[in-house]
């Protein structure tokens, strides 16, 4: 056994109601570039749909992930590395800016200037490609909210691909538009334990980091031959047109080091993303991967994890240089409780052999309101177990989604947010005593307690509960400043993530949002924001301890102390 950990992400979709304000904080962070404007790191998808790029789970096309061959060995969908080698100045297999979109903006400078004349002025959309005018076909929210539409149904892989499994999620999806069903999905990359895209990259330029598990793109090491656009089954790397470099979601991993949660977790209005550590045997992983039965992947993928809570694990993980704050965050990790302990997050398409880290909860919001205007009690027990093989989304469609068919854990997983909904009232109403065991929780083989404990987790818990992240280790605090006097980061190459370097008016956050010198940022900096983040007492937050405060330009001292 090796112990390794990782950081990882649930995702209540019962809660997500499809804002994109996780998509547009990320956007600004991280993608508000030249060269990046098609680029969505976070993206929130409305299912039954086409999904972005179009299609992106359609893999018999686009021949992302790992597949097994005779042998029972894994192997990339893209071919073997001869194949990928003779195409790897022409590949033929990547989404095109069709498949994505055309970005565009809108030519206001003519609602000014335009001549006088006997109409009025409009501001044309153009392409920030070429320049020139275009016609607005496809977005990348083009779709948003029409999932259940009978135009958009069949455009949906998984019902309108081929195969048996496509026929009946087919059968089940409703064809009138007064029974459409329809979800939100917010995707970032998967940050796999098993990454494709790493096997796929020739230059070795994508790499995925021993200490939390995230996977990123080394700028200087990148080639451009785009092989991990292909590999990646999620189609979550992409290429910068203009810098002629692959980028991919980073996990936000400076606010990670110090503590802090993903952008998107941060902002996100339903408070949905849970971030915590999972320990993991890293010597299980190859072979759950490798599980011939594809619906015997989750399961798989399962043994994989480690209880934190067993000393024989803490031991081992010591043993295997996991530092001991670590383990103390995987005991407390909530992923760790919704995906091993509860048992009701479930991985986005395992078939894919990727063995993700980014996990949801399915759905159950709308048999509660199915079974209400039917007239019935919508949060009791026994019409609740009762209607969830009937729900207006699915089983069979979310199985094709969470578990490669398999509707069992899926019907599981819906189970127990109907027992915790059915206990939490009795509850509430005072039919049943706190922490006593019920009906509803036997029924689903838990305890009053543990379904409470469940409650707390997905509706109540404040933000030290929903984001276990422990801090990057203080030995390598030094190696984590980022100065514009320390040459070579990658992150600041020009139309880097970074923005930064000697180049005037290219800063961290875009264009024109940098200066030509800038001034240390030091981790300190990150942990006095982390705490004006998370505390309650405004004042008690800006009274900042010696020696901890933020680092500031010189002779910024005194107009502080002034304010």
Same mark, same amino acid.
């Given at each position: 056994?090796?112990?390794?950990?990782?950081?990882?992400?649930?995702?209540?979709?019962?809660?997500?109601?499809?804002?994109?304000?996780?998509?547009?904080?990320?956007?600004?962070?991280?993608?508000?570039?030249?060269?990046?404007?098609?680029?969505?790191?976070?993206?929130?998808?409305?299912?039954?749909?086409?999904?972005?790029?179009?299609?992106?789970?359609?893999?018999?096309?686009?021949?992302?992930?790992?597949?097994?061959?005779?042998?029972?060995?894994?192997?990339?969908?893209?071919?073997?590395?001869?194949?990928?080698?003779?195409?790897?100045?022409?590949?033929?297999?990547?989404?095109?800016?069709?498949?994505?979109?055309?970005?565009?903006?809108?030519?206001?400078?003519?609602?000014?200037?335009?001549?006088?004349?006997?109409?009025?002025?409009?501001?044309?959309?153009?392409?920030?490609?070429?320049?020139?005018?275009?016609?607005?076909?496809?977005?990348?929210?083009?779709?948003?909210?029409?999932?259940?539409?009978?135009?958009?149904?069949?455009?949906?892989?998984?019902?309108?691909?081929?195969?048996?499994?496509?026929?009946?999620?087919?059968?089940?999806?409703?064809?009138?538009?007064?029974?459409?069903?329809?979800?939100?999905?917010?995707?970032?990359?998967?940050?796999?334990?098993?990454?494709?895209?790493?096997?796929?990259?020739?230059?070795?330029?994508?790499?995925?980091?021993?200490?939390?598990?995230?996977?990123?793109?080394?700028?200087?090491?990148?080639?451009?031959?785009?092989?991990?656009?292909?590999?990646?089954?999620?189609?979550?790397?992409?290429?910068?047109?203009?810098?002629?470099?692959?980028?991919?979601?980073?996990?936000?991993?400076?606010?990670?080091?110090?503590?802090?949660?993903?952008?998107?977790?941060?902002?996100?209005?339903?408070?949905?993303?849970?971030?915590?550590?999972?320990?993991?045997?890293?010597?299980?992983?190859?072979?759950?991967?490798?599980?011939?039965?594809?619906?015997?992947?989750?399961?798989?993928?399962?043994?994989?994890?480690?209880?934190?809570?067993?000393?024989?694990?803490?031991?081992?993980?010591?043993?295997?240089?996991?530092?001991?704050?670590?383990?103390?965050?995987?005991?407390?990790?909530?992923?760790?409780?919704?995906?091993?302990?509860?048992?009701?997050?479930?991985?986005?398409?395992?078939?894919?052999?990727?063995?993700?880290?980014?996990?949801?909860?399915?759905?159950?919001?709308?048999?509660?309101?199915?079974?209400?205007?039917?007239?019935?009690?919508?949060?009791?027990?026994?019409?609740?177990?009762?209607?969830?093989?009937?729900?207006?989304?699915?089983?069979?469609?979310?199985?094709?989604?969470?578990?490669?068919?398999?509707?069992?854990?899926?019907?599981?997983?819906?189970?127990?947010?109907?027992?915790?909904?059915?206990?939490? $009232?009795?509850?509430?109403?005072? #039919? =049943?005593?706190? *922490? &006593?065991? @019920?009906?509803?929780? /036997?029924?689903?083989?838990?305890? %009053?307690?543990?379904?409470?404990?469940?409650?707390?987790?997905?509706?109540?818990?404040?933000?030290?509960?929903?984001?276990?992240?422990?801090?990057?280790?203080?030995?390598?605090?030094?190696?984590?400043?980022?100065?514009?006097?320390?040459?070579?980061?990658?992150?600041?190459?020009?139309?880097?993530?970074?923005?930064?370097?000697?180049?005037?008016?290219?800063?961290?956050?875009?264009?024109?949002?940098?200066?030509?010198?800038?001034?240390?940022?030091?981790?300190?900096?990150?942990?006095?924001?982390?705490? $004006?983040?998370?505390?309650?007492? #405004? =004042?008690?937050? *800006? &009274?900042? @301890?010696?020696?901890? /405060?933020?680092?500031?330009?010189? %002779?910024?001292?005194?107009?502080?102390?002034?304010?």
């Amino acid at each position: 056994m090796r112990v390794m950990a990782q950081i990882a992400m649930v995702m209540n979709l019962d809660k997500c109601i499809g804002c994109h304000t996780c998509s547009v904080t990320c956007k600004q962070t991280w993608t508000n570039r030249r060269g990046m404007e098609y680029v969505w790191f976070n993206n929130v998808e409305t299912r039954p749909g086409q999904g972005y790029p179009r299609r992106w789970q359609d893999q018999d096309t686009w021949r992302g992930g790992w597949r097994l061959n005779r042998r029972g060995a894994l192997t990339l969908r893209a071919g073997s590395r001869l194949a990928r080698m003779a195409n790897i100045f022409a590949n033929p297999v990547l989404p095109g800016i069709k498949d994505y979109y055309e970005p565009w903006t809108y030519d206001y400078r003519n609602l000014v200037n335009a001549p006088l004349g006997d109409d009025f002025p409009v501001a044309a959309p153009r392409s920030l490609i070429t320049g020139r005018p275009m016609a607005i076909e496809w977005s990348a929210n083009w779709d948003d909210d029409l999932g259940g539409s009978v135009e958009h149904r069949d455009a949906d892989p998984l019902v309108g691909g081929p195969g048996e499994r496509a026929r009946q999620i087919s059968e089940k999806v409703r064809s009138t538009f007064e029974e459409t069903f329809m979800f939100y999905l917010p995707r970032i990359c998967e940050h796999c334990l098993n990454p494709s895209c790493v096997a796929s990259c020739p230059s070795g330029a994508i790499y995925k980091r021993a200490e939390d598990g995230i996977v990123l793109v080394d700028q200087d090491g990148c080639r451009g031959w785009r092989q991990c656009v292909t590999g990646c089954p999620y189609k979550k790397v992409y290429f910068n047109h203009r810098t002629g470099k692959a980028e991919k979601c980073t996990f936000c991993y400076p606010r990670i080091e110090v503590g802090l949660p993903t952008v998107c977790s941060e902002t996100c209005v339903g408070r949905l993303r849970h971030l915590g550590v999972m320990l993991y045997d890293a010597d299980r992983v190859t072979a759950a991967a490798r599980t011939p039965d594809e619906q015997g992947l989750y399961a798989a993928q399962l043994g994989v994890f480690l209880d934190p809570h067993d000393p024989q694990v803490r031991a081992a993980a010591e043993r295997d240089g996991v530092p001991p704050d670590w383990i103390d965050a995987a005991r407390r990790s909530p992923v760790h409780a919704l995906i091993s302990r509860y048992r009701v997050a479930l991985p986005l398409h395992p078939e894919y052999r990727t063995m993700p880290m980014v996990w949801y909860i399915p759905p159950l919001s709308p048999v509660v309101e199915a079974l209400t205007e039917s007239g019935f009690d919508g949060e009791d027990a026994g019409h609740l177990f009762g209607a969830i093989d009937a729900l207006r989304i699915p089983v069979e469609y979310l199985a094709g989604l969470f578990t490669a068919g398999d509707p069992a854990p899926v019907r599981a997983s819906l189970d127990r947010l109907a027992a915790m909904r059915a206990h939490m $009232r009795a509850v509430t109403l005072g #039919e =049943a005593p706190s *922490g &006593a065991d @019920s009906d509803a929780a /036997g029924a689903v083989g838990m305890s %009053g307690r543990e379904i409470e404990e469940m409650y707390r987790l997905l509706a109540i818990a404040k933000y030290e509960e929903r984001y276990v992240i422990p801090t990057a280790a203080m030995g390598e605090a030094r190696g984590l400043e980022e100065s514009v006097q320390a040459p070579g980061c990658s992150l600041d190459t020009d139309g880097g993530p970074g923005m930064g370097g000697d180049a005037p008016g290219k800063g961290p956050f875009g264009e024109d949002s940098g200066r030509r010198r800038l001034p240390l940022v030091s981790l300190e900096t990150f942990h006095i924001l982390r705490r $004006r983040q998370t505390g309650d007492d #405004e =004042a008690a937050v *800006g &009274a900042e @301890s010696p020696g901890t /405060g933020p680092a500031r330009a010189p %002779g910024a001292g005194d107009q502080e102390a002034e304010r």
